[in-house]
Nanobody, 127 residues
Framework: QVQLVESGGGLVQAGGSLRLSCAAS????????MGWFRQAPGKEREFVAS????????YYADSVKGRFTISRDNAKNTVYLQMNSLKPEDTAVYYC????????????????????WGKGTLVTVSS
């Protein structure tokens, strides 16, 4: 059973930074694309960023491009989301997700969708 555990959320002022981590277990982490999604109060869950199984490709939502960076450490079975220049509209529960197609290109992995999800970590950005 794949398990994803997020950490690093918290309260930060606008303009500040946070780094989220997601520790994975239960299968070969390094073979699958990973992603971050978020859900703000009263809104649907939305895509934030994704990274290919090798780390060679990344993709971002327009709303976070240039401010957020996704990365992974396959030796530590961990994916990260570095969030800079945070805005109040970034306030949300952030979820880590794992793809279901081993060693797929990032576009294929995203089109297939995510198979596993963490429970989320809350990020609150105050103005």
């Amino acid at each position: 059973q794949v398990q994803l555990v997020e950490s690093g959320g918290g309260l930060v002022q606008a303009g500040g930074s946070l780094r989220l981590s997601c520790a994975a277990s239960g299968r070969t982490f390094s073979s699958y694309a990973m992603g971050w999604f978020r859900q703000a109060p009263g809104k649907e869950r939305e895509f934030v960023a994704s990274i290919s199984w090798s780390g060679g490709s990344t993709y971002y939502a327009d709303s976070v491009k240039g401010r957020f960076t996704i990365s992974r450490d396959n030796a530590k079975n961990t994916v990260y989301l570095q969030m800079n220049s945070l805005k109040p509209e970034d306030t949300a529960v952030y979820y880590c997700a794992a793809g279901g197609v081993p060693k797929a290109t990032l576009s294929l992995a995203l089109s297939y969708g995510m198979d596993y999800w963490g429970k989320g970590t809350l990020v609150t950005v105050s103005s």
